[in-house]
């Protein structure tokens, strides 16, 4: 099972700040299988980036996803009041589990 | 519109059994796409269940849920479930529906459910 780590756990920045979030896998797999999600309080998570840099339609092109096995990083070029909340990855490049990461809360300073 | 739509909040005791459900709707084929479920317990993250292909009912679990849930699926109702046959405490948390954007197995959620609340306590 691939274990995914993301760092750092709380990211406290301002409003009009860049965002970087980092998610370690334990074992290489390709880039093509990486997604980012938000998660805000009392809502189900959404897709932001699917295939490590793909925003999933309708995402503003603020966020951006980079990186290949084992590393990869979400960045919020200029946050905006509505993104702060949870972020999670997850990797569905090798078989089942496809495990997600423990979450990195972006919140405001 | 894609949507998923869950079955409503339960509340159950230790020893019980439940079957919790998600229907699909507002896309062709619902046979053809992966439906996965996801849990989230109070205040943590998520963690992957396992998820079902309707048109086979094939089904893939993550170890840690292996032989603690089942999921199937109705086709003819366009409707996937979740269910345990001896609810433990440990259960209690937020359960996500989430249909998978690939035909293939390995693939992302794109679209989700609301979630279903399950409560287990004496």
């Known amino acids: 099972e691939i274990v995914l780590t993301q760092s750092p756990g709380t990211l406290s920045l301002s409003p009009g700040e860049r965002a970087t979030l980092s998610c370690r896998a334990s074992q290489f797999f390709s880039s093509a299988y990486l997604a980012w999600y938000q998660q805000k309080p009392g809502q189900a998570p959404r897709l932001l980036i699917y295939g490590a840099s793909t925003r999933a339609t309708g995402i503003p092109d603020r966020f951006s996803g980079s990186g290949s096995g084992p590393d990869f990083t979400l960045t919020i070029s200029r946050l905006e009041p509505e993104d702060f909340a949870v972020y999670y990855c997850q990797q569905y490049g090798s078989s089942p589990p496809f495990t997600f990461g423990p979450g990195t809360k972006v919140d405001i300073k | 519109e894609v949507q998923l739509v869950q079955s409503g909040p339960e509340v159950t005791k230790p020893g019980e059994s439940l079957k919790i459900s998600c229907k699909g709707s507002g896309y062709n084929s619902f046979s053809t796409y992966w439906i996965g479920w996801v849990r989230q317990r109070p205040g943590k993250g998520l963690e992957w269940v396992g998820i079902?292909?309707?048109?086979?009912?094939?089904?893939r679990y993550s170890p840690s849920f292996q032989d603690q849930v089942t999921i199937s699926v109705d086709k003819s109702t366009s409707t996937v479930y979740l269910q345990w046959s001896s609810l433990k405490a440990s259960d209690t948390a937020m359960y996500y529906c989430?249909?998978?954007?690939?035909?293939?197995?390995?693939?992302?959620?794109?679209?989700w459910g609301q979630g279903t609340l399950v409560t287990v306590s004496s």
């Open positions: 079902i292909y309707p048109a086979d009912s094939d089904t």
């Open positions: 989430a249909r998978q954007a690939e035909v293939e197995p390995a693939s992302h959620f794109d679209y």
